[in-house]
């Protein structure tokens, strides 16, 4: 079994910059593969960001890319999601997700088996 919790989100200005964490648990987390999605009010749940076992495979959503930056450090079975740029469309409930597809970046929300409860990220302008 697998748990992961999300945390760092907030209430930050257009442009600001915030760093999301995901923390899991379990006794194999190191090999999952891991991503990030969002889902705004009144809106399905949007792929962001996905990362694969080791870090050396990434994968961003055109509306994110060159502004998001996924990462993970297995040591700590800690996923993280630099968000920098930021836009109000950017508002959202943020979700980590981990996959035993490991060796891959997953980017389809029914390949993850585990999810967190999510972190609110909020843009003002």
């Known amino acids: 079994q697998v748990q992961v919790v999300e945390s760092g989100g907030g209430l930050v200005q257009v442009g600001g910059s915030l760093r999301l964490s995901c923390a899991a648990s379990g006794r194999t987390v190191s090999s999952y593969a891991m991503g990030w999605f969002r889902q705004a009010p009144g809106k399905e749940l949007e792929f962001v960001a996905a990362?694969?076992?080791?870090?050396?495979?990434?994968y961003y959503a055109d509306s994110v890319r060159g502004r998001f930056t996924i990462s993970r450090d297995n040591a700590k079975n800690t996923m993280y999601l630099q968000v920098n740029s930021l836009k109000p469309e950017d508002t959202a409930v943020y979700y980590c997700?981990?996959?035993?597809?490991?060796?891959?970046?997953?980017?389809?929300?029914?390949?993850?088996?585990?999810w967190g409860q999510g972190t609110q990220v909020t843009v003002s302008s």
């Open positions: 990362i694969n076992w080791s870090g050396g495979m990434t």
């Open positions: 997700a981990a996959s035993n597809m490991g060796s891959r970046v997953v980017v389809r929300d029914y390949e993850y088996a585990y």
